[in-house]
């Protein structure tokens, strides 16, 4: 048997620590400090960080690219053979991203219409073009706002879901579990996910589209006195079916963005409950920054072809 | 027992593991592992906190790629055997059960069987029943969801589900940690039960004495990056001073409760 180390027995009167210290006023010779971290010096600290940050932003885009690749691929494979397609977890997601984000983004939308609306006026009146208004709104939401905006909400509301629910997966092995089940995760997890948002954020659009001429029109008839049937020919006169479709083919592609930004921060959380918030704050950040970035190519593309 | 000294002595090895090494950037997990499962043996895997039993395990189930070495089952190396087979051919109990939590646990157990094989529902229905006993659960919790169970049940029941397309090869990683001594005793005798009635091969890692001292046959212990197999009889006099702590310490169970090997 391996000897235990005997206890020591000591027949001073038990005086603690402390005391001991506050009444000798000072600290016994056997008493070890803690070592002390090596200071480094600031200059250095400042390179090393930058060093780091940059290391780990070529990294991830490394890790974008190739899981934009696994992603397209895995949807691409999912789409041309049916059966791999997990059509009720598609549908669980459309119900979450779609249906429950409804009032949401209808509110926003009358929102962003009012705002927009109110400064037109505004800027528009000193030079007697206050009429004008109504096209700007209609333009503006339709073109660009209500895609822009129901993209940052679905960012918010979904891509931080997908990053959660996968990472605690991840943290409970459950992600090890269907891979060792001979199943996998991008599959059973971020396709459906994927083409979840995909059919969801135009749907989305569109209605943010209709809500933001409805707010429009109601801000329309209280501060220029046009009434709503007034209202329908100037939109009708000031927008074009393209101006629709514009802010509708945006939508797919910004949730392919959020969605697989969303399954990919989720898939890289590891370990601690610590990391499950982390990554999920990234999806979110890196999902509208991504999505306003395109949008503004777009803007610049859709200029150059005349649209 | 009889039969199970005589597994401990016969059978091919079903599962071997050569020359792995596993490293975390400069720290060193793994430093050469090599050692050989045997066909229808109960093998314990015990080491100290950190010392790599858990990815000693995703390496030989294939979830993870070891820096260097390979891992042989049935004498293929392990990533190449496709999803199909390598879910009829291998079970993993995980640490927390790992059940996915928005199925129940009827549902989890028929998952598996649901994406590799062609059975119809009601034959599906069946089977889930059928292991789901097998692991010593109550067919009513089926309908339950992993939530609302207790931690012995999440272990059963993920148990019942690794059990799903018997697998010839069962990992399991703690069975029985967090649990109470009875449940745990529940454990033990499961696995020895299902060991001798289905012939699985049980590869577990455990802290658990008396896992190791009642259920396996033989036992490795990560020391120092390297790994040393041998039955319990010969680790009791090895002079390793970690096995000699672990196998003699305070914890150990007495020597004489156990008859094995003998």
């Known amino acids: 048997m391996a000897q235990a180390p005997p206890i020591p027995t000591s027949t001073e009167p038990k005086q603690s620590l402390t005391e001991r210290i506050r009444s000798e006023n000072k600290i016994p010779d056997d008493l070890k400090s803690l070592p002390k971290p090596k200071p480094v010096p600031r200059g250095r600290e400042v390179v090393t960080l930058l060093g780091k940050n940059a290391h780990e932003a070529w990294v991830d885009s490394l890790d974008i690219v190739t899981f934009v690749g696994r992603a397209a691929n895995a949807t691409f494979f999912a789409i041309v053979r049916p059966r791999y397609l997990k059509l009720a977890a598609i549908s669980r997601q459309v119900a979450d991203t779609g249906i429950n984000a409804l009032p949401i983004v209808g509110l926003l939308a009358v929102m962003i219409a009012i705002v927009i609306a109110y400064q037109g006026v505004v800027q528009l009146r000193p030079y007697g073009g206050e009429d004008l208004t109504v096209n700007l709104v209609s333009v503006s939401v339709l073109r660009e706002m209500a895609v822009l905006i129901t993209a940052i909400i679905v960012a918010g509301r979904s891509g931080s879901a997908f990053a959660a629910e996968i990472g605690v997966m991840k943290v409970r092995e459950e992600v090890d579990a269907l891979k060792v089940m001979g199943l996998d995760p991008m599959e059973m997890l971020v396709v459906p996910r994927i083409i979840g948002l995909v059919i969801t954020l135009p749907l989305l659009t569109f209605f943010a589209d209709v809500m933001g001429l409805i707010g429009g029109a109601a801000i329309s008839q209280f501060l220029l006195h046009i009434s709503p049937s007034q209202y329908i020919d100037r939109v009708h006169q000031a927008v074009d079916v393209k101006d629709l479709l514009v802010g509708l083919v945006k939508a797919p592609v910004f949730a392919f963005i959020i969605a697989m930004i969303g399954c990919m921060h989720g898939l890289r959380v590891s370990g601690s409950a610590e990391s499950v918030g982390r990554e999920t704050t990234r999806a979110v950040v890196k999902a509208i920054f991504i999505v306003i970035s395109l949008d503004a190519l777009f803007s610049i593309f859709f200029e150059k072809v005349g649209w | ?262």
């Open chain 2, 1 to 262: 027992m009889k039969a199970k000294a005589q597994a401990s002595t016969k059978g091919e090895p079903i599962l071997s593991a050569r020359g792995i090494v596993n490293a975390f950037g400069k720290q060193k997990v793994h430093d050469g592992i090599d050692f050989e499962v045997r066909r229808g043996e109960i093998i314990g895997i015990a080491g100290g906190s950190g010392s790599g039993k858990t990815v000693l395990l995703k390496t030989l189930t294939g979830l993870h790629t070891p820096n260097k070495g390979k891992v042989l089952v049935e004498g293929k190396p392990v990533e190449s055997i496709d999803d199909a087979q390598k879910a009829a051919l291998i079970g993993v109990l995980f640490q927390q059960g790992a059940l996915f939590s928005s199925l129940s646990v009827a549902q989890n157990v028929m998952l598996p069987m649901r994406l590799h094989t062609d059975l119809e529902d009601e034959e599906q229905e069946k089977l889930a029943a059928m292991k789901l006993a097998l692991a010593g659960l109550e067919t009513d919790t089926g309908i339950k969801f992993p939530g609302e169970l207790s931690g012995g049940m999440v272990k059963r029941a993920a148990l019942a589900r690794a059990l799903a397309l018997d697998p010839r090869i069962l990992f399991l990683d703690e069975p029985t940690s967090g649990l109470d001594p009875i449940t745990a005793g529940g454990i033990d005798e499961l696995i020895l039960k299902l060991n001798q009635d289905l012939g699985v091969t049980f590869i577990l890692i455990t802290h658990d004495l008396n896992t190791l001292f009642t259920v396996c046959d033989r036992v490795a212990i990560l020391v120092d990056h390297k790994i040393t197999v041998d039955t319990l009889d010969n680790l009791m006099r090895s002079n390793q001073p970690w096995i000699h702590d672990l196998l003699h310490g305070p914890r150990a169970p007495n020597k004489k409760g156990h008859s094995h090997g003998s």
